[in-house]
């Protein structure tokens, strides 16, 4: 299965302090662990919603916002993409996510993510093959 891992913004993520370099040499040492595994697929830091944009759908109309958003909590700073056997598996690996120092409180959230299969049999066969093949071309891609 495949998840998102994402973690939640924090004090230090949204005015855009950069993590110091021991953190970022023991996030560094995690993330090779993750590799070596064949877990991490994808690994990405976000910019903080001060240069974000929202987009808001009202009657049927697309609004732009633009940032920084209010409620931090509710932002994320930056995700993973792993591929593990269970949720179990991908737990064990959260709980050696380094914590940046000082820092007692905060969230990552784990999200399975939907593949196309699990929907297929929602779809008629012309949406299947249309997936197929869009999913076939992104993967050419990399």
């Known amino acids: 299965m495949r998840?998102?891992?994402?973690?939640?913004?924090?004090?230090e993520s949204e005015?855009?302090?950069?993590?110091?370099?021991?953190?970022?040499?023991?996030?560094?040492?995690?993330?090779?662990?993750?590799?070596?595994a064949g877990v991490l697929l994808a690994?990405?830091?976000?910019?903080?919603?001060?240069?974000?944009?929202r987009i808001r759908f009202s009657g049927g109309k697309p609004i732009v916002i633009d940032g920084p958003f209010a409620e931090t909590k509710e932002l994320i700073g930056g995700f993973w993409i792993w591929k593990v056997?269970?949720?179990?598996?991908?737990?064990e690996w959260v709980k050696r996510c380094p914590s940046?120092?000082?820092?007692?409180?905060?969230?990552?959230?784990i999200r399975p993510i939907i593949e196309?299969?699990?929907?297929?049999?929602?779809?008629?066969?012309?949406l299947q093959e249309q997936d197929k093949r869009m999913r076939a071309q992104i993967a050419a891609k990399k």
């Open 85 to 91: 056997n269970s949720m179990d598996e991908a737990i």
């Open 3 to 11: 998840v998102m891992v994402i973690v939640k913004a924090g004090k």
């Open 43 to 53: 690994a990405e830091g976000l910019y903080p919603s001060s240069k974000s944009k």
């Open 100 to 109: 940046p120092e000082g820092a007692v409180e905060g969230e990552i959230d």
């Open 15 to 36: 005015p855009g302090i950069f993590p110091d370099e021991t953190f970022a040499a023991e996030m560094g040492k995690y993330n090779e662990q993750l590799v070596k």
């Open 116 to 126: 196309g299969e699990d929907f297929w049999a929602e779809f008629s066969p012309e």
